[in-house]
């Protein structure tokens, strides 16, 4: 399973959150055997940036995983208007 997080950040938020994602994405990696990665819509709209967070090969129960992750972290508070997860999964798995 697939998950991508998406969210908006205020542009002075940006700098001191984009760490803690990083370190956040690291833990989930180590602890869970996810791979990572954060990414950001190119340019701004209506003052915000869009994030996305993407965590590839995830177990079946990561997304309580990652909500604890989120909470014990904090960065959940730098997400303007909440964060949205959607789920993916590999056409051979849903058949």
Same mark, same amino acid.
């Given at each position: 399973?697939?998950?991508?997080?998406?969210?908006?950040? &205020? *542009?002075?938020?940006?700098?001191?959150? &984009? *760490?803690?994602?990083?370190?956040? /994405? /690291? #833990?989930?990696?180590?602890? %869970?055997?996810?791979?990572? @990665?954060?990414?950001?819509?190119?340019?701004? #709209? $209506?003052?915000? #940036?869009?994030?996305?967070?993407?965590?590839?090969?995830? *177990? !079946?129960?990561?997304?309580?995983?990652?909500?604890?992750?989120?909470?014990? !972290?904090?960065? @959940?508070?730098?997400? $303007?208007?909440?964060? %949205?997860?959607?789920?993916?999964?590999?056409?051979?798995?849903?058949?």
């Amino acid at each position: 399973m697939d998950f991508y997080v998406y969210y908006k950040v &205020a *542009p002075d938020a940006a700098v001191a959150l &984009a *760490p803690r994602v990083k370190l956040l /994405q /690291q #833990q989930l990696a180590a602890s %869970h055997g996810v791979v990572t @990665a954060l990414k950001r819509r190119p340019g701004e #709209q $209506n003052g915000m #940036q869009t994030w996305m967070e993407v965590y590839t090969g995830a *177990p !079946s129960d990561f997304a309580a995983l990652l909500d604890l992750a989120v909470q014990q !972290s904090g960065i @959940a508070a730098c997400a $303007n208007g909440g964060r %949205h997860t959607e789920i993916f999964m590999d056409l051979e798995a849903c058949a």
